[in-house]
Every structure is written in structure tokens, then in C-alpha cells.
T-cell receptor
Framework: QKEVEQNSGPLSVPEGAIASLNCTYS??????FFWYRQYSGKSPELIMS????GDKEDGRFTAQLNKASQYVSLLIRDSQPSDSATYLC???????????????FGKGTLLTVNP | NAGVTQTPKFRILKIGQSMTLQCTQD?????MYWYRQDPGMGLKLIYY???????DKGEVPNGYNVSRSTTEDFPLRLELAAPSQTSVYFC??????????FGPGTRLLVL
């Protein structure tokens, strides 16, 4: 069973702080990694994707990937109340009979940013 | 573009009833997916399709069926609804190896 684990949360940070969200995965051959944001009662929306080791920055968001440690994280700088949501980590597992377009999702971490 | 649309938004079913959840995308995506999301849980893949006429099971297919007669539509059929199928259902679509775009979801309550 290929698994994706996220820190259980909920995570609460003050406005303006850095929020750090973590994710580990069991399939060492995984190639692609995604962070989705899901507001309460809404559908998931992609905010970051990362494919190679290191950091990838997009505005206030930075995704970090360490394939040797099977670890991916999402940092949100200058957190805003509008960032309050559940963040889902998703991993595209290693190629298996051509099914490498399927994603395995973690359970999500609920982030609350307090004004 | 409307993106991915789903109907209905909410439905209450009695145990043993059947229904079809509709999903349509207008992005000409080859791949389409059905997920369910239970409270506090991640998304579980029910079925997926890589093109018209081609479907396959995901992690939790029992109690569901799908068809893909066109590129645009990917309906999910529930036969003999059970309380365990109470969930939020999301349809998604994508190009191969690309980002998955999700519909707004259908909330289903089976009583």
C-alpha cells in the first residue's frame, strides 16, 4: 500500500507568521508531488507542484522536496487569514502498468491563521 | 470555459435506491476521475478513465460503476445505496501527466 502521511494538525499560526506543512510518502519511486488547498465545503485546487529535489517558490508559497528522505513540505510566508484551509499533499506514484497519472492523497492538514 | 461541472450538488438517498452522479468537462481532457472524500480524510480514487470507452477501477470501486461514452462526460452510478456511501464525491479531469482540475462536488447522504 503506497501511503502519503501528513502532520495531523490542526495547525494554528498568527497572521504574518510562516506556516510549515509536512508530508512523507512511502513509494521511493514517486516522481511528482502536489499541494492542493481546500477551503471548507469547496473542491481542492492546485497551488504548487514540484518534481525535482530542492525548493520551488511561487509568491508566498515555497515547496521543498527531498526524495532521499521521501519528504515534501509547503511553507507559507506572511500567512493571511485567507490561507486558512485544509492543505492536501498528493503524490504521483512510480510507473505501474501505465497508471502513473493517478494521485495518492494524504488526509490533509487544517491550517488556521489567526488575525 | 465552465471547467468541470457536477450535478446534483446535494442528494439524499434511501438505502437500496440507485442514482447517477453526473460529471462533464469542457477542457477536452483525456483523463477523468471520480474520488470520494469522507470527513477528515483525503481523497480516495473510485474509478478513472483515460479516454472514451476506457475505464478502470481505483482504490475503492465496490458499489459503483462508471461509463465513458464521450470525452466530455463521466457519470458515476451508485447501485443499491448503502450508508457507507455517504460522502462527498468529486469528479476531476486532466491531460496526461498534468494537473487535475476538480469539480465542485456532490454531497450524498444515504439514510
Amino acid at each position: 500500500q503506497k501511503e502519503v502521511e501528513q502532520n495531523s494538525g490542526p495547525l494554528s499560526v498568527p497572521e504574518g507568521a510562516i506556516a510549515s506543512l509536512n508530508c512523507t510518502y512511502s513509494d521511493r519511486g514517486s516522481q511528482s508531488f502536489f499541494w492542493y488547498r481546500q477551503y471548507s465545503g469547496k473542491s481542492p485546487e492546485l497551488i504548487m507542484s514540484i518534481y525535482s529535489n530542492g525548493d520551488k517558490e511561487d509568491g508566498r508559497f515555497t515547496a521543498q522536496l527531498n526524495k532521499a528522505s521521501q519528504y515534501v513540505s509547503l511553507l507559507i510566508r506572511d500567512s493571511q487569514p485567507s490561507d486558512s484551509a485544509t492543505y492536501l499533499c498528493a503524490v504521483r506514484p512510480s510507473n505501474s502498468g501505465g497508471s502513473n497519472y493517478k494521485l495518492t492523497f494524504g488526509k490533509g492538514t487544517l491550517l488556521t491563521v489567526n488575525p | 470555459n465552465a471547467g468541470v461541472t457536477q450535478t446534483p450538488k446535494f442528494r439524499i438517498l434511501k438505502i437500496g435506491q440507485s442514482m447517477t452522479l453526473q460529471c462533464t468537462q469542457d477542457m477536452n481532457h483525456n483523463y477523468m476521475y471520480w474520488y470520494r472524500q469522507d470527513p477528515g480524510m483525503g481523497l480516495k480514487l473510485i474509478y478513472y478513465s483515460v479516454g472514451a470507452g476506457i475505464t478502470d477501477k481505483g482504490e475503492v470501486p465496490n458499489g459503483y460503476n462508471v461509463s465513458r461514452s464521450t470525452t466530455e462526460d463521466f457519470p458515476l452510478r451508485l447501485e443499491l445505496a448503502a450508508p457507507s456511501q455517504t460522502s462527498v464525491y468529486f469528479c476531476a479531469s486532466s491531460y496526461p501527466q498534468e494537473t487535475q482540475y476538480f469539480g465542485p462536488g456532490t454531497r450524498l447522504l444515504v439514510l
